[in-house]
C-alpha cells in the first residue's frame, strides 16, 4: 500500500534524523556525554506549537529555539556543569520544522562564551546530537556569547548576548496545575514532556532577522538525558520507518 502524503512527510524526517544520528554516533561512542539542567523554548507559534505535532505553523514560518541550561554534564572527562547552549532556526515558509528539518532558512548554535576550548567542542557536539543538521551547511553558524537566564517569579527571561532575548511564563490548565504536554509527535529525549506556557517577549536579531513578538509559544522542563539515550532514541526511529514501509 503506498504511504499518504504525511507518511512519506513523516518517512523522509525519520530518514534525515535517523542519517543525522548515524553521522554522529563515530564521535558519540568514542565519548559519552549526560547533562542535566532546565530547557528553556519558544517560537513564534501561537501556544502550543504545532511542529511538534508535525503540523503547519500558525504564522508563515515557524521561527525560535531552545537553550539548555546545564547545572550537572559531563562530556567524557570533560565537565559542563554550570553552562549553557543554545540553537535558534526558522523553518520555510508553510512548512512545520519536523518535514522541513535539514532544509530550514537557518540554524545557528549559541556556546556559552565563559566554556573553555575543551568545554566548547564538547557544547558543539551535544547540540548537534541534540538539535542535529537541521539546515544546509551554509546556513549553519556557532557564536560564543554570554548565556544568562533570570528567573523573577514565574517570569523566566534568557538572553543570547547582543543576538536575542526572550521571556516566558507557565499557563495552568483547565483542572487546575499547571499545563503539562507528554509524549508529542515530534518528542525527542529532552522533550518527552514538557509544560507550556506563553512569551511576554522574543527579540531576535542574527541570520538576517528581525524579530520581534509576543503571547507566542513557551516551554519549560527539567532534563537527565545521556548519549546513549540519543541512540536508542535514532534506533526507534529505524525500526519505526521498517513498520511504515511495510504497510
Keep these: 500500500m503506498p504511504l499518504s502524503h504525511r507518511q512519506s512527510t513523516t518517512v523522509f524526517f525519520m530518514v534525515l534524523l535517523l542519517c543525522a544520528c548515524f553521522s554522529w554516533s563515530v564521535d558519540q561512542q568514542k565519548m559519552s556525554w549526560r547533562i542535566s539542567g532546565e530547557l528553556e523554548e519558544a517560537c513564534s507559534c ?5 511542529c511538534w505535532w508535525d503540523s503547519k505553523p500558525t504564522k508563515m514560518t515557524c521561527g525560535g529555539g531552545e537553550t539548555l541550561f ?11 556543569d554550570g553552562l549553557a547552549v543554545g540553537l535558534i532556526g526558522q523553518s520555510p515558509a508553510g512548512k512545520s520544522m519536523m518535514e522541513s528539518f535539514g532544509n530550514w532558512n537557518f540554524a545557528y548554535a549559541y556556546i556559552d562564551e565563559k566554556a573553555n576550548a575543551d568545554q566548547r567542542k564538547a557544547l558543539e557536539q551535544i547540540v548537534m546530537a541534540i538539535g542535529g543538521p537541521a539546515a544546509p551547511k551554509e546556513k549553519m553558524k ?4 554570554p548565556i544568562v537566564r533570570k528567573v ?3 517570569e523566566h527571561q534568557v538572553t543570547l548576548g547582543p543576538y536575542g532575548e526572550y521571556s516566558g511564563h507557565l499557563v495552568e490548565g483547565g483542572l487546575g496545575a499547571l499545563s503539562k504536554i507528554t509524549n508529542p509527535t515530534g518528542a525527542d529525549p529532552i522533550r ?3 509544560y507550556q506556557g506563553r512569551t511576554s517577549k522574543y527579540v531576535y536579531s542574527d541570520a538576517d532577522q528581525k524579530w520581534n513578538w509576543k503571547d507566542s509559544n513557551y516551554m519549560w522542563n527539567k532534563f537527565d538525558v545521556t548519549s546513549e539515550d540519543y541512540e536508542k532514541f535514532a534506533a526507534g526511529l529505524s525500526q519505526k520507518m521498517q513498520q511504515m514501509h511495510k504497510k
Design 142 to 145: 556557532v557564536r560564543y556569547v
Design 46 to 50: 501561537d501556544a502550543a506549537c504545532p
Design 70 to 80: 546545564i547545572e550537572k554534564g559531563n562530556y567524557g572527562n570533560v565537565r559542563l
Design 192 to 194: 518527552k514532556e514538557y
Design 152 to 154: 523573577t517569579g514565574k
